[in-house]
């Protein structure tokens, strides 16, 4: 499975911005796609994850509400809608996958990793 992630960029707060992490190989129904997202010198955090299914959306209590996460079943991408963004949403986003549902908010979970994109808020 490989995974590439874009739509990071630099924008105000109070900004929206959406993410996308498009996926090519083979995955089951119920293997999950997760956000997450690191700042220097801390582990990263999870944002969001959604079975491929589509079936389950999950979202990290400091995003909830502002954030969506979504799937494109034609296009095999999934996205991070963000809204109303924070100076503290400030980090490099990644998308990742895993098979089945357990444990998702665990990023040691995931064995496959996209490429990180940055996103920068400022004040």
């Known amino acids: 499975v490989q995974l590439q992630a874009s739509g990071g960029g630099s924008v105000q707060a109070g900004s929206s911005l959406t993410l996308s992490c498009a996926a090519s190989g083979r995955i089951g129904s119920t293997d999950m796609i997760g956000w997450f997202r690191q700042t220097p010198g801390t582990e990263r955090e999870y944002v969001a994850a959604?079975?491929?299914?589509?079936?389950?959306?999950l979202h990290a209590p400091a995003v909830k509400g502002r954030f969506t996460i979504a799937k494109d079943n034609v296009k095999n991408t999934v996205y991070l809608r963000m809204d109303n963004l924070e100076p503290e949403d400030t980090a490099v986003y990644y998308c990742?996958?895993?098979?089945?549902?357990?444990?998702?908010?665990?990023?040691?979970?995931?064995?496959?990793w996209g490429q990180g994109t940055l996103v920068t808020v400022s004040s």
């Open positions: 959604m079975t491929w299914s589509g079936n389950t959306r």
């Open positions: 990742a996958l895993k098979a089945g549902m357990l444990r998702y908010t665990q990023y040691e979970m995931y064995g496959s």
